[in-house]
Structures are given as C-alpha cells and as structure tokens.
T-cell receptor, first 114, second 113 residues
C-alpha cells in the first residue's frame, strides 16, 4: 500500500511569493495534518482537516491556509512568503482504531525562501 | 515551560549498549504518547506508541510511561549504528484534536562502533 505522498519534494521561492503544497493520505485515512519543521527543532502543528472540515489550527499567521478535498487529499497554501517560512513541511494522515490514533508522515516538502 | 521537553543531547553510546531517551510533558490531560525516529533529511517514522502507564516492548525498543510523573522514555537495547538518528517525543495534549501532535525538540543519538 502506498504511504502518504507529498508534492513537490523541493521548492525554491522568493520573498512575497505564494506557494501551494499538496498531500495525499494513506488510502482509507480521512484525516490530514500539516506540520512545519525548521532545522534543529521538532515539527510544529499547523492544521488538521477531517472530512473536509478544519479540526485544529496551530499558532500560525493567517498567511497560512489549507483545505481538504472530497478524496481526502489536502493543500497547504502560504501567502506573502517570508525568509522564516523556509522549512520542511510535513503532512501526516491519521487513523483511529480502538480509541488509539496513529499518525504517519509523508516524505515532506522542503521549502527554501530567498 | 515547554509543553514537551526532551533530554538535551546529543547522546552518544557504543554499539551494543542501551540508549535511554527521556521526555517530560506539561499537560496532565495528555493521553497518547509517541516516539518517532528521524534520519537526517528524512521525515519522522513512528517507532512506538503508548497509552497506559507501564512498559511496552517491541523488539529492541521499550517505551515507558508514568503519567503521575508526566514522564515518558524510550530504551533502545543492543544499540546499532543504524539507530543513529534524531528521536522525537510527541504527545496529544488533553482536550485537543487527535490530529494535533505536540513534539519535543528531539534528541540526537549517535551509536559508534
């Protein structure tokens, strides 16, 4: 079975530009979460979507937005890019079984803002 | 106080030794706890999940949870050079969506031959 997929794998943008990152969850998973990981730190939660509805939002500015599609894939959009947005962006899909939830991460998109 | 804190690294152990990684969390309502391994340049990979007090063993890995002390640890027995990676402790805080993981800053582990 295919795992979580993300595209693109790498991206270079300049300040002020906009970027769209894409994620496809594991087949059967209805929840997608987005994280930002800067070098040397643990991932920081950005958003969670379940059944196309936002279920959680982290402490990120309104420049960050996301959505989930009927096939459960998701997009993360970042407007007006800043140098500090350079990071690894991770998508994770989740399943809950017996009250326990497990998140599996995709390979990530490495964004560099110049 | 950070929500999830891990013992400062880097941690270096000889091959065959036991590596001990520690993590404390601030939210007493937390119910779900995870250890992820992240190789340089790669994404986090789930190693262990634990939900109840006590020990949980999976091969060379043992996770330990003590909710009263708000403490979770990971022991790696018979450490191998291939275990060299950053280990991330993650928690789902109480009262939050199950899709929100809160991570520690990670502990870099090096296993030397």
């Amino acid at each position: 079975d295919a795992g979580v997929t993300q595209s693109p794998t790498h991206l270079i943008k300049t300040r002020g530009q906009h970027v769209t990152l894409r994620c496809s969850p594991i087949s059967g998973h209805k929840s997608v979460s987005w994280y930002q990981q800067v070098l040397g730190q643990g991932p920081q939660f950005i958003f969670q979507y379940y059944e196309k509805e936002e279920r959680g939002r982290g402490n990120f500015p309104d420049r960050f937005s996301a959505r989930q599609f009927p096939n459960y894939s998701s997009e993360l959009n970042v407007n007006a890019l800043l140098l500090g947005d350079s990071a690894l962006y991770l998508c994770a899909s989740s399943q809950t079984s017996g009250g326990a939830t497990t998140q599996y991460f995709g390979p990530g998109t490495r964004l560099l803002v110049l | 106080q950070k929500e999830v804190e891990q013992n400062s690294g880097p941690l270096s152990v000889p091959e065959g030794a036991i590596a001990s990684l520690n993590c404390t969390y601030s939210d007493r309502g937390s119910q779900s706890f995870f250890w992820y391994r992240q190789y340089s340049g790669k994404s986090p990979e789930l190693i262990m999940s634990i939900y109840s007090n006590g020990d949980k063993e999976d091969g060379r890995f043992t996770a330990q949870l003590n909710k009263a002390s708000q403490y979770v640890s990971l022991l790696i027995r018979d450490s191998q050079p291939s275990d060299s990676a950053t280990y991330l402790c993650a928690v789902i805080p109480g009262g939050t969506s199950y899709g929100k993981l809160t991570f520690g800053q990670g502990t870099i582990l090096t296993v030397h031959p």
